[in-house]
């Protein structure tokens, strides 16, 4: 008898493994459930969504029920599971738009619940006009809101409150960026968030670090923020403050979650129960510069998640060692790219760490239209092992970080960087590409 | 009392093995003997100065001997080393200006005399208007023949040829590329071939595959390319059909070749006599994915060469290991890169290789204008360790080989290269990054 895979959750790690299973072993009967009104949706593409460059949210959306159908994989939109038998391999389902419920019996289960939003507990974040951005429905309202706005707040200066700053001046708004901390995403070293804050400003974006915001205010609609700066009139105010994964209907059936919060999986994302999976933004993974359990809740990561799940699930040999912690974000002209730890992350974990900064250039001096490359390197003294770096450049000249993050897999060193045989033509680069220059300043 | 550093042929390692000699031994005495007007010059950029996108050639010089001098190394431009007396530790030197030659006594002595182009035993090939391009001098002459003329052949479909096509037509003339082989860049794989073919069309470029220059004729100055498909009309010709390293003043005082025809060397450079160097385009290097001597004359590994000769020269630690044969090139608005081996070239060398071509885009399916990325990824059966790479993509997204030559480099696996967490987001990448995309298919 044909076995029966059941999906939680069907975006990017959900789908994957969906699909993945069925192409591994066609004998599988699979059916995934997403209680919002699209699967297999790019959910990192929200802010380009706002921004006005894709005209349609259905745009983000890669394969639809019926394409998924087509492939065997039984995808129900509007559906929800609200509940999990494990002793009795059943899960129970609403149909959101049917007002109905019933039991969808499992052999194998996988659990990509995502990650939500926080919120947080302000006065007056009940506001109309008040919003947080994760699915395709987020933006649909937000953008229709953005049409009779003209003053935005953006609570956050992470990688989502900097693309949607970029979204919302494309529309032609005023916008105000408001961070906590001392300076803009302070998950990079300071060298970089200063780059950041400059490329802001140039492009009309209004920073406020150091700010606390207290209350938002209004006559049933936002009208003012209320910080710790002082009140700042807005139409429109997206809360970017960080996401937490959604772990709740998977620890109420006794998955147990790790360190960080989201759930603990193994190489082949089982989880601590037999037949259940843990895969995409809900579950973690290993971080192979600090050997310790980390949450990156990345799309790319997610679609890696889901097909080796699937993979596994289908019966044949698959494994997922790791992340190293590679991220890029487009703020206006510039790239910011990130891999592995920052210095002061590095110093945190406990290395004896230090950090290079170089300012370069994206191609030989004498070629026109050159475009500034900055490289931050961390390594650790005396052994000279790489542990992270950080780029800043001009599109997708950033790019180059993938260099530092393949060796960041290999437990690369500042030597094996320094001598590697990079590709060299004037338009492409200097005739000592940034990332050598930055290896040979490190000691 | 201090050494003595005698340098012959002053370009990119000869300059690098001078002032990181005496960088790091203050104490060592310094001198450059070049024969060309210029020191240290990019020689890499004379396709983009032909096609006007440079004023000067002057600007190609990455620093003058004036600027040399301050860092305390001399540097004599139209000096040209006739002989070197190995036993009595001395060079002399013909003062090309001047009329007069002398004697420069060594302690050590660098050869970095470069290479030069082939000029094949043509009928004609020594009429007005037929060139090579390698020196500044040559490039000079080029753009003021190029304002007179109005059709162009290009001799050669490799990296030099390709590029100066692009120059010429930048400078509006007509341009006719012939190429022995049957495809030009016979050095990739066919697939690559066939997209640079494309692009050359698509600009302009008439394409001659698999034709014989036979002769070249006219009353003085070049009138008319004579060739196994018929005679062309052309007003100026370049020859770009390969180079080869000048090493005959070497091998006149007994250093020794390698299996390549340039000069055998040891990590530290160092070449058969002691205290002799080679560096830069006269030198071999060993290519890290076959083991063997391998020659390759480009700049950024010329200034790696001598940045390690001048480092053992001043006593200080250092070696060179090698290179996998990284190389990128522009084509108009194509960009093909290249590392380690071709499936040709592998399968030649005696592996068991196999190859996947795949065609992927710069971008998620939902940004904006995205361009096509192809991959050519080369592996070893069985073992699946990767041999080489081939990346033909929009500008500087080819630049992604480098992931490829830094696994190369670590001897890395199809199976390291599927797991890489590399940087994503949607301006900058698919979700699945094309060179995943490509590990994924290969078997």
Chains 1, 2 share one sequence.
Request: proline share 5%; with cysteine.
């Amino acid at each position: 008898m044909s076995k029966r895979l059941v999906v939680i959750g069907g975006v990017a790690a959900g789908m994957s493994a969906a699909a993945k299973a069925k192409r591994s072993n066609p004998e599988l009967e699979v059916v995934a459930f997403e209680k919002s009104h699209y699967v297999s949706y790019g959910a990192c593409g929200l802010p380009y969504y706002l921004a006005g460059w894709i005209e349609n949210v259905e745009k983000l959306v890669a394969r639809t029920p019926e394409k998924f159908a087509k492939q065997g994989v039984t995808a129900l939109v509007r559906h929800e599971v609200v509940e999990v038998d494990y002793e009795g391999r059943r899960v129970r389902v609403a149909a959101l738009d049917e007002g109905r419920e019933f039991w969808q019996p499992f052999d194998y289960l996988v659990v990509s619940t995502g990650a939500r939003p926080v919120v947080p507990p302000l006065e007056g974040v009940e506001l109309k006009g008040v919003f947080t951005l994760r699915q395709p429905e987020d933006g649909v309202a937000i953008r229709e809101a953005l049409a009779g706005a003209r003053r935005t707040v953006i609570v956050g200066g992470g990688y989502v409150g900097l693309e949607v700053a970029e979204a919302f001046r494309a529309q032609g708004k005023e916008v105000t960026l408001i961070e906590l901390e001392p300076r803009v995403l302070p998950g990079a070293d300071a060298e970089v968030s200063e780059l950041v804050h400059e490329e802001l400003m140039h492009n009309g974006v209004e920073v406020l670090t150091g700010t606390r915001v207290e209350a938002f205010a209004g006559d049933g609609r936002v009208e003012r923020v209320v910080t710790s700066a002082g009140e700042l009139p807005a139409d429109l105010v997206l809360l970017s403050v960080g996401i937490r994964p959604n772990v709740e209907l998977a620890t109420s059936f006794g998955v147990t979650t790790g360190p960080t919060g989201a759930i603990a999986v193994d190489e082949q994302l089982r989880t601590n129960l037999e037949n259940v999976w843990a895969a995409g933004d809900v579950a973690e993974s290993r971080h192979l510069v600090t050997g310790q359990p980390y949450w990156l809740p990345l799309g790319d990561v997610a679609n890696k998640h889901g097909r080796t799940a699937g993979t596994v699930i289908a019966g044949k040999k698959a494994a997922f060692k790791g992340v190293v912690g590679s991220a890029i974000t487009k703020v206006f002209e510039r790239a910011i790219a990130f891999t592995g730890l920052s210095e002061a992350d590095a110093q945190a974990a406990g290395f004896d760490a230090k950090g290079v900064w170089i300012k370069s250039a994206d191609r030989a001096h004498y070629y026109p239209n050159p475009h500034p490359l900055h490289v931050k390197l961390v390594y650790e003294t005396g052994s000279g092992r790489l542990l992270g770096a950080q780029v800043v450049g001009h599109f997708n000249d950033a790019l180059r970080i993938d260099v530092i993050a393949t060796l960041l897999h290999q437990g690369g060193t500042v030597d094996d960087l320094r001598t590697l045989d990079l590709a060299y033509a004037p338009p492409f680069s200097p005739v000592w590409d940034p990332l050598l220059v930055a290896a040979n300043q490190a000691r």
